[in-house]
């Protein structure tokens, strides 16, 4: 009995440290990838034009299937059996669970490239709907035996809670896809939009190859949980056979990757039916092309950046929550999803006011796009209902319940897809930002009221909610005046003077949340 007590506060300490660390790590490595990629998709708006980045954007709901099958379940499979290994201190089971994953999602990957490769232009016409698409389909084919690759030992380190090699690891395939589409550009494109295009698609593929050498490498370089200090291991612990490993990783990836199968498939029809409902709206298929490039190469980029820190939180929080549960650690599981979710809330009611005030400027500035800016300003609304949920899938999945989010993504993407089709012929775009926000209302008061019935973790309002709106709201009003009066007489660049105030909002609110004890470091102790 004192042993499991020991271990239970041993594991409290840990996990609370690591997760704090690691989601640091990785939001800096987020931060920095995205900084990147909005330079990146600045670049590809100016060479491609918005109509190419329409089909450049394409291209990716079939890149999202196929990595959901060969990928995303084995992924955090192993992830999830790892922490609970390392929970049970089983030292020799860990290096089989993610040989073995390897081995499983690279088989699978390859069989997709092969297929995608030879069935290219019927994906490109009867799937996306736009046949100049099937040159990137082939080049990105390549690349999925790497990412299955880079996937599994991303899930490994995961498991551990060490997010500083999957952060180098996305840092290092930026930096070398952006650096690879600079050069491959002017060389080879030299003008010629479907070849940019195709170039753009290359970039990836060298980038995720040179991230998966990285990786692999990295196994024989890194520090093995041997060791590494962990609790006393449990009673029963022992080792697993290869067809016993086999059948855990198949037992939670096959589920979780039929249940995300079904949402990819779905949000991916989601994006390819937006151009198309957008064309019975009225406008011409060039047009269309162009909202859509506009809307997901640009705003919603924009939108999505302050997920690096929600998802770095999301993907060390799921292997915490499943090794508490492994050792019956309730208690780490209630702090550590009460923490999460107030600081999910936190950004996501910080993200709305930024997008808020400065939205349209950005879109102006940055893109030189006036539709881009006023799809920021009606999507900084959004931010809270995008940004929460991703969180609240991390702890459902972590309790080892993945068929609860995916009946609650099911419901909300089939509610947004039915939108679509029903609205946006008559109230053109409009009608997307109605389907987002009654999608993501569904799943968030879904997945809230699972974790309210089943976790009973505590919800501080005052801190999460209305300190944070009252801040935010008041900060803003007073900045956004200043800035407005200063922009106009100001010698500075317009966009360096943009975005140093978006800085200095950011600044100022952070002081006042410590100041307010809005956030504390109480959260993240014992």
């Given at each position: 009995m004192k042993i499991r007590q020991a271990a239970i506060a041993g594991s409290r300490h840990i996990s609370r440290s690591n997760i704090l660390r690691g989601t640091l790590i990785l939001t800096l490595a987020g931060f920095i990838t995205r900084v990147i990629g909005f330079l990146y998709k600045i670049f590809l708006s100016k060479i491609m034009g918005a109509e190419w980045l329409g089909i450049y954007q394409l291209i990716f709901p079939v890149y999202s299937i196929a990595f959901t099958i060969y990928?995303?379940?084995?992924?955090?499979?192993?992830?999830?059996?790892?922490?609970?290994?390392?929970?049970?201190?089983?030292?020799?089971?860990?290096?089989?669970?993610?040989?073995?994953?390897?081995?499983?999602?690279?088989?699978?990957?390859?069989?997709?490239?092969?297929?995608?490769?030879?069935?290219?232009?019927?994906?490109?016409?009867?799937?996306?709907?736009?046949?100049?698409?099937?040159?990137?389909?082939?080049?990105?084919?390549?690349?999925?035996?790497?990412?299955?690759?880079?996937?599994?030992?991303?899930?490994y380190y995961y498991g551990l809670k060490k997010a500083g090699i999957p952060a180098s690891t996305q840092l290092l395939e930026q930096i070398i896809r952006v650096v690879s589409v600079y050069i491959l550009a002017y060389m080879v494109?030299?003008?010629?939009?479907?070849?940019?295009?195709?170039?753009?698609?290359l970039g990836l593929v060298i980038g995720e190859i040179a991230s998966s050498i990285y990786n692999f490498l990295s196994l024989f370089i890194t520090?093995?949980?041997?060791?590494?200090?962990?609790?006393?291991?449990?009673?029963?612990?022992?080792?697993?056979?290869?067809?016993?490993?086999?059948?855990?990783?198949?037992?939670?990836?096959?589920?979780?990757?039929?249940?995300?199968?079904?949402?990819?498939?779905?949000?991916?029809?989601?994006?390819?039916?937006?151009?198309?409902?957008?064309?019975?709206?009225?406008?011409?298929?060039?047009?269309?092309?162009?909202?859509?490039?506009?809307?997901?190469?640009?705003?919603?980029?924009?939108?999505?950046?302050?997920?690096a820190l929600i998802n770095s939180l999301a993907v060390l929080l799921l292997p915490t929550v499943s090794e508490a549960q492994a050792m019956d650690n309730d208690t780490l599981i209630r702090k550590t999803s009460s923490a999460s979710i107030k600081y999910s809330l936190i950004i996501g009611i910080f993200s709305t006011g930024v997008f808020l005030l400065f939205g349209r400027y950005l879109g102006i500035t940055i893109f030189n796009s006036n539709e881009a800016g006023n799809y920021l300003?009606?999507?900084?609304?959004?931010?809270?209902?995008?940004?929460?949920?991703?969180?609240?899938?991390?702890?459902?999945?972590?309790l080892g319940n993945a068929n609860i989010t995916f009946i609650n993504s099911i419901i909300g993407a089939v509610a947004k897809i039915l939108i679509i089709i029903l609205v946006i012929p008559y109230k053109g775009i409009s009608g997307y930002f109605i389907s987002l926000l009654v999608g993501q209302l569904i799943i968030t008061v879904m997945d809230s009221a699972y974790i309210i019935k089943n976790v009973r973790f505590y919800?501080?309002?005052?801190?999460?909610?209305?300190?944070?709106?009252?801040?935010?709201?008041?900060?803003?009003?007073?900045?956004?005046?200043?800035?407005?009066?200063?922009?106009?007489?100001?010698?500075?660049?317009?966009?360096?003077?943009?975005?140093?105030?978006?800085?200095?909002?950011?600044?100022?609110?952070?002081?006042?949340?410590i100041i307010t004890d809005t956030i504390s470091k109480s959260d993240f102790k014992q």
């Open positions: 990928a995303t379940g084995i992924q955090t499979s192993v992830s999830r059996l790892v922490a609970a290994e390392i929970g049970l201190k089983n030292h020799r089971n860990i290096g089989r669970i993610i040989r073995l994953g390897m081995l499983m999602s690279v088989c699978a990957a390859s069989v997709l490239a092969i297929l995608l490769y030879r069935f290219s232009d019927t994906v490109a016409l009867r799937f996306l709907l736009e046949p100049r698409s099937a040159s990137s389909l082939r080049i990105m084919a390549v690349v999925f035996p790497f990412c299955g690759i880079t996937s599994c030992i991303n899930g494109g030299k003008g010629d939009h479907k070849v940019v295009c195709e170039m753009a698609v520090k093995s949980p041997k060791t590494m200090i962990y609790p006393e291991p449990a009673q029963n612990a022992g080792m697993l056979e290869r067809k016993e490993i086999v059948s855990r990783i198949l037992h939670f990836s096959i589920p979780l990757s039929v249940n995300r199968l079904l949402i990819n498939i779905l949000h991916s029809i989601e994006a390819i039916l937006i151009p198309a409902m957008l064309r019975r709206y009225g406008l011409g298929n060039a047009e269309a092309l162009s909202t859509y490039g506009t809307l997901i190469g640009m705003s919603i980029p924009f939108i999505m950046f302050p997920t300003v009606i999507l900084s609304w959004l931010c809270p209902l995008i940004y929460l949920p991703i969180t609240l899938g991390s702890i459902i999945n972590g919800f501080d309002a005052v801190n999460s909610l209305l300190k944070p709106g009252i801040i935010v709201a008041m900060s803003g009003f007073l900045l956004e005046r200043i800035y407005d009066y200063l922009r106009k007489i100001t010698q500075i660049h317009q966009a360096v003077f943009l975005l140093s105030f978006c800085l200095l909002f950011c600044v100022v609110c952070m002081v006042l949340f």
